[in-house]
């Protein structure tokens, strides 16, 4: 749902207390009114469901190897990184963007390498691809897009849907472990294809669909 402006009229010192509060809070006296009825009515912000599903998928990845959180850029976004046992140890960064009003598209996962190593890029376009592959093959079409060594899947389900947190940190946590995995014997990238499916099974089987 979107926002809309609205006339009332607030007794003086009410305001008053609202805005200390919104103070306390580092927020502004709108976003506090909105969360104070938000919370006597039991509804759901889309501001409070970003965050309900933000810590869904971190504590879901809560002891995954390497997988960290780090400083998010924005509200709707919820960024992590992971380092892969490689030469230059390289860096892999996860984004998780959710959208509002798309349907049944919540969000996109982006997955990039933070260098310029033309070798390295090449070898997670190479992964992509097997990822994507065995996702065919055992989901079905889903959204994709793959250039210059970044990743962007769409992901799909419910806000209502309780574990859809879990399911999209599992889903991470799945794609992080195939990634390891290939980069343990990026020379042989078809005899590593069949672990990777066999690890994009398991997360399936644990939740019976994918994001």
Do not use: H
């Given at each position: 749902?979107?926002?809309?402006?609205?006339?009332?009229?607030?007794?003086?010192?009410?305001?008053?207390?609202?805005?200390?509060?919104?103070?306390?809070?580092?927020?502004?006296?709108?976003?506090m009114i909105n969360q104070i009825l938000a919370a006597y009515f039991s509804y759901e912000t889309p501001e409070q469901r970003t965050r309900r599903i933000f810590s869904q998928i971190q504590k879901t990845l809560t002891g995954h190897e390497c997988l960290r959180?780090?400083?998010?850029?924005?509200?709707?976004?919820?960024?992590?990184?992971?380092?892969?046992?490689?030469?230059?140890?390289?860096t892999?960064?996860?984004?998780v963007e959710l959208f509002r009003n798309r349907g049944d598209m919540l969000g996109e996962l982006r997955v990039?390498?933070?260098?310029?190593?033309?070798?390295?890029?090449?070898h997670l376009q190479c992964f992509?691809?097997?990822?994507?592959?065995?996702?065919?093959?055992?989901i079905g079409k889903v959204g994709?897009?793959?250039?210059?060594?970044?990743?962007?899947?769409?992901?799909?389900?419910?806000f209502n849907d309780p574990l859809i947190g879990e399911k999209i940190g599992a889903y991470i946590g799945a794609f992080d472990q195939a990634l390891k995995c290939y980069f343990a014997d990026p020379a042989h990238p078809e005899e590593v294809s069949g672990r990777i499916e066999g690890?994009?099974?398991?997360?399936?089987?644990a939740y019976g669909e994918s994001v």
């Open positions: 749902m979107g926002k809309s402006v609205y006339s009332l009229v607030l007794d003086d010192g009410l305001v008053a207390c609202v805005d200390r509060l919104a103070y306390e809070k580092m927020t502004n006296r709108s976003v959180p780090i400083a998010n850029p924005s509200e709707t976004l919820l960024a992590l990184r992971s380092s892969l046992v490689f030469k230059y140890n390289p892999v960064r996860y984004s990039s390498m933070r260098t310029q190593n033309l070798s390295l890029l090449s992509a691809e097997l990822w994507i592959r065995a996702e065919a093959k055992l994709y897009r793959t250039q210059d060594g970044k990743f962007t899947r769409a992901l799909r389900g419910s690890i994009l099974r398991q997360y399936l089987d």
